[in-house]
């Protein structure tokens, strides 16, 4: 089994900076692909980003593309989103999940079996 924590949500204004850690413990990540998704109310969940933790080889949904970055600290077994120019229709929870890795980082929420709590940010005009 693997836990996620996730954390470093808040209230930002448009243009402002955030970065999302997440904590993995329990089972060693070591070979797993490590996502971040996000869902907005009234919205079905949607992925952001993704990483391989072994090669760090990363994936992005193509609004977030040029904004947002994925990256991971081994040594911390963490996960973060550094998420830059933000923007109202960036405001969800975001939530970090974990799944074995594969050869293509997959970006569907169903594949991905293993799931932090959620991190809210909302992001005022």
């Known amino acids: 089994q693997v836990q996620l924590v996730e954390s470093g949500g808040g209230l930002v204004q448009t243009g402002d900076s955030l970065r999302l850690p997440c904590v993995a413990s329990?089972?060693?990540?070591?070979?797993?692909?490590m996502g971040w998704f996000r869902q907005a109310p009234g919205k079905e969940r949607e992925f952001v980003a993704a990483i391989s933790w072994t090669l760090g080889r990363t994936n992005y949904a193509d609004n977030v593309k040029g904004r947002f970055a994925i990256s991971r600290d081994i040594a911390k077994n963490t996960v973060y989103l550094q998420m830059n120019s933000l923007e109202p229709a960036d405001t969800a929870v975001y939530f970090c999940?974990?799944?074995?890795?594969?050869?293509?980082?997959?970006?569907?929420?169903?594949?991905?079996?293993?799931w932090g709590q959620g991190t809210q940010v909302t992001v005022s005009s």
């Open positions: 329990g089972r060693t990540v070591s070979g797993y692909d």
């Open positions: 999940a974990a799944r074995s890795g594969t050869y293509v980082l997959r970006s569907s929420p169903n594949e991905y079996p293993y």
